[in-house]
Every structure is written in structure tokens, then in C-alpha cells.
């Protein structure tokens, strides 16, 4: 028996030892609670989990409870206490535990009781510590979380490819993209036939690279689709992995989708607008560059290597560049350069020192332009030589100085408001005296220095001026003031002048003012003068109607009159043909037949006679040529000048040879006109070209065009404003004439020679001038006397 008592109490002993052996060897707290003495004891976890010494735990059960959450206490307490009361064998829970610290631990408590005859006599556990863990999942499943909703907000499709059976399995998004496809398509033998013909090569070579076990290539490509039901063309950019069995065996393979139509799009549209920009840019006379990030090239225009270094064939790299930087101005670029990073826009001014030593400023923009996954992989952007505006600015200071001197000696009343409140700056005395408040306004707003203003234009249109830079006048403008404290009614011509910094911003606006009220005063008076008078005006002008009628009938009757008399000189003219013919004939039978008989000064008689017979004759045919223009016969239609500059110089050949004159024609237009007009036309420009030659010269005439453009049609009279017109020049090296005269050479009848140096009836010019405005044209000429002349003639071109 006493053999059997030691071998229990070894038993017991050996138990108890291994107990605690692990005790110590588990990472969790392990507690022994004696129900009959009340005692509870916990392991050395209770300090290295939960912080607390021995000496600081109590030997009974409420140095468990008491550190259990109080929102827990109670239920936890309870089902322990069930256990034990029902004896049932173990127990379980999850609360929150404090730690030393006072923070709490989530923890997962379990323990087991030990029952004598029925009776539970101890309970035995273990709590273990699962904040990390609980944090974990809690953490994992906002991941997931946050993961589908980025998806969602990305607007990705997501996709799962079975390489073994080759199913599909997209998501709702996956879907959309692909244009909708149906259940029967979602293989992938079926889903690459969406993908446009020209991409499916490459699509098919990137998933097969994928799927090899020997290159298990990362799947990234982008390619069109045409949608399977809608039809509709889209870019995608898909991205993707295949997943691999130790044998090499790919089993899954699966990624995202993305659309970026609108990148692709916008893309094509920036490479266009970066070309037109870089046409414009070389036209305003800034450089263009772009640098490919990955190799640090530089691509460059002539303009960007003369504005960095001063010579169009400077070789522009990284290192020249850097090289040709003021040192000084080394951290300004840095700094702009840290700030593009993140803002994708470089923005800098700084100086650089040319190859002569010269120091001139220069500003930089630029833009980074990024791939599809954000990656920057280049820079493009201008250069602008911006020496002449710091030199202005630096030359602001000083004017701004002269300005502060200028307004305080102004004659007339002036004054500088500052900033948007407007606040009054260096008002002169004209100005204190204008507004009656004294030197108290000076620093203030100018709402508050004078709010009798309020209600009145002025504050509005101060605003207006400072948003849109857009100076204001006015005259008579009315303003009510409060001076000598009351208020006033004053008129004043104001001018509103905005001042702008170097960045055409306006900081300031300048007023100058001049009291025009005894003026205003005065034409008011004599605006309620006028209108008495008004009923006066209003019957002088019922009478200027009636006249006005009474000369358009007038006028009427004087159309009718000219043309009778048209018709009365071309009668006149025909009929005396018949006599002049006559006395002609018989002038020739008398020279003739009796030259024998007469004396040398009846024969001078005779031949005077002869003379003005031919003279009245060429009178009467240049008198029908003139009136026959009046009438404009004939319709227009396109003319080849140079036809009729051919016709002309043929039927002047003798005369031509017999002046001995050489004859230059350029390649002739054609016109719009009357082909019978314009031959007399160029008839009498040449044959005038041809008569009034200097004897002692080699005669010359060039005939030569050139079209009009609309700046010199704009300063010629009576053009028809829907042609095209020509500008026909007949130049000579003859004799020329004084430009005094100008007006006097094309009216009938004039003259500047006498007819013993040149024959003419005085008419050729003046038909000319008809023809031509006949044909809605002008004519006129330039001259030197012994320098030849040059008639010019405008003429229509066909529509």
C-alpha cells in the first residue's frame, strides 16, 4: 500500500514537472486555476505576452477578471462559471484582455476541467494572444477590399485563362471590352478572332511566349478589338502572367484589361499638335527641342543651339548645355526640374553665357509625355531669348520711380490705385482737392476713402479694367462727391490707364482726371437751346427730301440730254467727213492741175489748207472713236492681252521701224473686257510710246504686268470689288514729261507740245482713259521729263 502512495505521488510529481516544462515551452499563457482554494496561478508568458511581473499579479481568479474588457466581463464570466456549475469538461472564448500597458489584446482563451467523483476541482488553460492575427485578416480582407474597388474604379477587366481545356472566364468589365461576346465564344481559339487582323499575329506570339516554360515572358501587349456584338473598334493595353506546375506545365494564366482608346487617340492628336507647334514656334522665333529620357537625345531646332550658345551649328548635348548655364543659375534649372517631376511641366528662367562671352536670359518650357503605365520617356518644349524683357523689367524699376515723380508734379488731377481693394497710392494735390478729404485717404481702398462712389459706375468699371487690362476714358463722365461736407455734383473727362508687370498682369491703375463741369454746364444749357430749333431742323429737312427729288429728276433729264447729244455729235461728226473728203479732193486737183499757175504763196495757201483738212479729218475719226466708247458696245468676256498686243504692234510696224524702235513684250494675261477697246486701247499707248521719242536715243518700250494684290486694290477708286485685277505697264525711255501735268494729259483736247514737234489731235489719252473706265478699271502714269514714262493700267481679270 505504501508502495502504491509513493508510486501516485512520483506520478504526480513526474505530471506536475511536465507541466510546467510546458508551460515554459509554449509562446502562450498558460494559467491553473484550484477551484476549492481559490487560487490561480499563470505561467511566465503573463509577462513576456502581456507585460506584467509576478509580483504584480494577485493569487486569485479576479487577477483574470478584472483585466477582462468590461464590455466583455460579463458574458465570459458567466459561460466560465456555466461550465464548471453543469461540469462539463472544457470551455472556450474570445475577448479582449488588458495588457500592462492598458491597451487590450484580442485573445483566444480555452480551458479544461479536472473532476473528482464527478466534481470539476481545477480548470486548466491556455490563452493565446490573436491581435497580430486578427489585424492580419482585418487587414487582408480591406486589401480585398480595396483591391475589387480599384478594379471597379479603374474600370479593369479581369481575366482567367485555362490553358488546358483553353475556357475563358472574363469579368463583367472583361466583357464590355471585348464588345459582349457570347457563352459559345469564350475560348480562346474564338476570343482571338475579335482581335483586328492586323495585331493578331503579335497578340497570339505574346500569350504562346507566355505559356512556354522555356521564356515564361511576362504577358504585356496592346492591340484592337473589334467588338464581338457591338461592333465597336477599341484599344486595349493587357497585362498578364501564366502560372506554372513543377513539371513545367502551365495551369493558369490570367491578367487585366484596360481600354485606352482615348490615350491612343489623344497621343496621335499631341504627336500632330507638337508638329504644328513646332512649325510655329521656329516662326515666332523660339527654339524647339524634345530629349528622349532613356538615351538623354536631344533633338533640337537651329533656333534652340543660337539662343543657348549663339550659333545655329553648335552640337547640342546634356553636357554642352549644363556647360553654357550661368553657374549662378545652376540651382534654378535643379530646382525646376525636382518641381517638373512632379508636376509634368518644366518652367524656368535662367541665364546663359555664350561662346563671345555675352550673357543672355533665357526661359524654358517644357512637358514630359508619359507612357500608358506613367513612366515619363520624354520632354519636349521651347527656348525663348527673353534678354530684351529683363532689361525691360530692371528699366521698370526705374520708370516706376519716374511715374511716382510724374504723378505727384501732373498738372492735372492724378492719382494710382493698387491691387484689386484698389488702394490709394500717390494721389497729387489736384487730386486731394478733387476729392475734398485731405491726405487721410492715402493707404486706403478707395471704397472706403469715398463711399459716396457706391452706386455709381466707377468701382464696376475699375474691376472690369483690372480683369481685362483694357483701358477706359470718358468725357463729361458725372461724379457726386462729398466736399466741404456735402454732397456734390461734379463732371469730369477721366482717363482709367492699367499698368502691367512683366507678365502682362495688371497691378495697378492710373487715373487722371480734369473737372470739365462749368463746360458740361454751359453744353447742357445749350442742348435745351438747341431744341428749340428742333422743329425748325425737321422742317429744313422735309424741304432738302423735296429738292433732293427735284434734282433726281433733274438728273434724269440730263441722262436723256447727253444722250441725244451723243447721238448729235456722232451725226455731226459722220456728216462732216463728206465736205472735209471734198475739200480734200479738189485741194489735190488744185496742186495738181494749176501748180503752174500759182505762186510759191498760193501754193503755201493750198498746202496750209490740205494740213487742216487732215488735221479736222484724224479730229473727227478720234471724235466718233470717243463717242462709240461712251455707249460700251459690246459684251465682256475673257480677252488674251497678248493677242491683242500682237495685232497692235503689227499694224505699227512701219512706224515702229521707222523710229527705229525696239519693242519688249513679257508673257501677257488674260483680261476681262471688250477685245475692240482694248486694242484701241493699247494702240494709243504705243503709238504715243513710239511718237514721243528723244532723237538722240535708242528708242525703247517694255510692255509688263503684274497681278494686284488686295493692299494695293484697296487704294485704287471704283475697282469691282469680286475681280481679280492686273497692273498692265507701257514704259519708254522718251521724253517724258512733268507729273504737274498728270491730271491735264488724259482731258480732251490737251496738249503738252505744239503740233510742229508732234502731230495728234489731243484725243488718244483721253479715249484711253474712257476704255478704261469703261472696263471698271484706272489708269494713270508716272514721268521725268528726258526720263521716259510709264503708263499703268488696272484691268479685271475673268471670275
Not at 470551455?91 to 464527478?118: K, L, M, P
Not at 519636349?380 to 515723380?405: C, P, W, Y
Not at 458725372?478 to 461734379?490: H, K, P, S
Request: proline share 3%; net charge negative.
Amino acid at each position: 500500500m505504501t508502495d502504491t502512495l509513493n508510486a501516485r505521488k512520483d506520478d504526480l510529481l513526474l505530471a506536475i514537472e511536465r507541466f510546467k516544462l510546458v508551460a515554459k515551452a509554449t509562446h502562450d499563457v498558460i494559467w491553473d486555476w484550484d477551484l476549492e482554494r481559490g487560487t490561480l496561478w499563470w505561467n511566465e508568458g503573463m509577462q513576456e505576452i502581456f507585460g506584467y511581473r509576478p509580483e504584480e499579479v494577485e493569487g486569485g481568479p479576479n487577477s483574470w477578471f478584472d483585466r477582462i474588457h468590461p464590455d466583455d466581463q460579463d458574458e465570459v464570466i458567466k459561460k466560465i462559471y456555466e461550465v464548471i456549475n453543469q461540469g462539463e469538461s472544457n470551455w472556450s472564448d474570445f475577448y479582449r484582455f488588458r495588457r500592462a500597458d492598458g491597451s487590450y489584446a484580442h485573445v483566444h482563451d480555452r480551458g479544461y476541467t479536472i473532476q473528482i467523483n464527478g466534481k470539476p476541482v481545477r480548470m486548466v488553460g491556455s490563452m493565446m494572444d490573436i491581435s497580430r492575427q486578427l489585424r492580419s485578416d482585418r487587414a487582408r480582407e480591406e486589401s480585398e477590399e480595396s483591391l475589387k474597388f480599384a478594379i471597379q474604379a479603374a474600370q479593369l477587366g479581369t481575366w482567367n485563362l485555362n490553358p488546358i481545356d483553353r475556357t475563358a472566364l472574363f469579368n463583367d468589365r472583361c466583357k464590355e471590352l471585348y464588345g459582349y461576346p457570347a457563352e459559345a465564344d469564350m475560348y480562346y481559339e474564338r476570343l482571338v478572332q475579335f482581335v483586328h487582323p492586323a495585331d493578331r499575329s503579335r497578340v497570339i506570339d505574346a500569350i504562346e511566349r507566355a505559356l512556354d516554360p522555356l521564356q515564361r515572358t511576362p504577358y504585356d501587349v496592346r492591340y484592337r478589338v473589334n467588338g464581338a456584338t457591338d461592333r465597336k473598334l477599341r484599344w486595349l493595353h493587357c497585362t498578364g502572367q501564366a502560372y506554372f506546375d513543377q513539371e513545367g506545365t502551365p495551369y493558369r494564366f490570367s491578367g487585366i484589361s484596360r481600354e485606352i482608346t482615348s490615350e491612343v487617340t489623344s497621343q496621335e492628336k499631341i504627336a500632330w499638335a507638337d508638329q504644328q507647334a513646332a512649325m510655329t514656334i521656329e516662326g515666332s522665333g523660339a527654339g524647339s527641342f524634345m530629349v528622349t529620357l532613356a538615351t538623354n537625345e536631344i533633338i533640337y531646332s537651329p533656333t534652340m543651339a543660337h539662343i543657348i550658345t549663339g550659333s545655329e551649328n553648335a552640337n547640342m548635348t546634356r553636357e554642352l548645355l549644363l556647360e553654357s548655364l550661368h553657374p549662378e543659375d545652376v540651382g534654378i534649372r535643379n530646382n525646376a526640374y525636382a518641381e517638373a517631376e512632379a508636376s509634368g511641366e518644366l518652367r524656368y528662367e535662367a541665364r546663359f553665357v555664350w561662346n563671345d562671352g555675352s550673357v543672355h536670359w533665357v526661359r524654358v518650357l517644357g512637358r514630359y509625355l508619359y507612357d500608358s503605365t506613367g513612366e515619363a520617356i520624354s520632354l519636349s518644349g521651347i527656348v525663348m531669348d527673353i534678354t530684351d524683357r529683363i532689361e525691360s523689367e530692371q528699366r521698370l524699376k526705374v520708370n516706376e520711380e519716374h511715374l511716382r515723380t510724374l504723378i505727384e508734379q501732373a498738372p492735372v488731377a492724378t492719382a494710382l490705385f493698387v491691387g484689386k481693394d484698389m488702394v490709394i497710392d500717390i494721389p497729387n494735390e489736384a487730386m486731394l482737392k478733387v476729392w475734398g478729404k485731405g491726405r487721410s485717404v492715402i493707404g486706403k481702398p478707395l471704397r472706403d476713402a469715398l463711399p459716396e462712389l457706391e452706386g455709381q459706375p466707377f468701382h464696376a468699371i475699375l474691376d472690369r479694367i483690372y480683369q481685362s487690362g483694357e483701358a477706359h476714358s470718358e468725357q463729361g463722365a458725372r461724379a457726386d462727391l462729398v466736399v466741404d461736407g456735402r454732397l456734390q455734383t461734379f463732371y469730369y473727362d477721366y482717363t482709367y490707364k492699367p499698368l502691367k508687370n512683366s507678365r502682362g498682369e495688371v497691378y495697378a491703375i492710373l487715373d487722371m482726371a480734369v473737372d470739365v463741369t462749368e463746360q458740361v454746364i454751359s453744353r447742357q444749357e445749350l442742348e435745351r437751346s438747341e431744341e428749340r430749333y428742333r422743329q425748325l431742323a425737321s422742317e429744313l429737312e422735309r424741304r432738302v427730301r423735296q429738292r433732293t427729288d427735284e434734282l433726281h429728276q433733274a438728273n434724269i433729264e440730263l441722262v436723256n440730254s447727253n444722250n441725244n447729244l451723243q447721238q448729235f455729235a456722232y451725226a455731226a461728226s459722220h456728216d462732216m467727213q463728206e465736205p472735209l473728203r471734198k475739200i480734200q479732193s479738189f485741194g489735190s486737183r488744185l496742186l495738181s492741175t494749176y501748180s503752174d499757175k500759182l505762186d510759191d504763196n498760193g501754193k503755201y495757201m493750198l498746202n496750209r489748207i490740205q494740213d487742216a483738212s487732215k488735221r479736222m479729218s484724224a479730229m473727227i475719226d478720234d471724235l466718233l472713236a470717243y463717242s462709240r466708247l461712251t455707249t460700251r458696245e459690246g459684251e465682256f468676256t475673257p480677252v488674251e492681252l497678248g493677242e491683242i498686243v500682237t495685232s497692235v504692234l503689227a499694224d505699227l510696224e512701219i512706224s515702229i521701224q521707222e523710229q527705229k524702235t525696239e519693242v519688249i513684250v513679257e508673257e501677257m494675261p488674260v483680261v476681262w473686257g471688250n477685245g475692240a477697246q482694248l486694242t484701241q486701247l493699247i494702240q494709243n499707248l504705243v503709238s504715243n510710246a513710239v511718237k514721243y521719242r528723244l532723237p538722240e536715243q535708242h528708242s525703247t518700250i517694255r510692255i509688263a504686268y503684274r497681278d494686284v494684290d488686295a493692299a494695293e486694290k484697296e487704294t485704287l477708286p471704283k475697282l469691282l470689288p469680286d475681280h481679280h485685277y492686273i497692273r498692265l505697264e507701257v514704259s519708254d525711255n522718251g521724253i517724258g514729261f512733268d507729273e504737274i501735268y498728270l491730271d491735264r494729259i488724259f482731258q480732251m483736247f490737251q496738249r503738252l507740245h505744239g503740233r510742229s514737234e508732234f502731230s495728234g489731235s489731243g484725243i488718244g489719252l483721253a479715249l484711253c482713259k474712257k476704255v478704261v473706265q469703261n472696263h471698271h478699271g484706272y489708269i494713270t502714269a508716272k514721268s521725268q521729263p528726258g526720263r521716259g514714262a510709264t503708263f499703268i493700267v488696272y484691268l479685271p481679270q475673268p471670275l
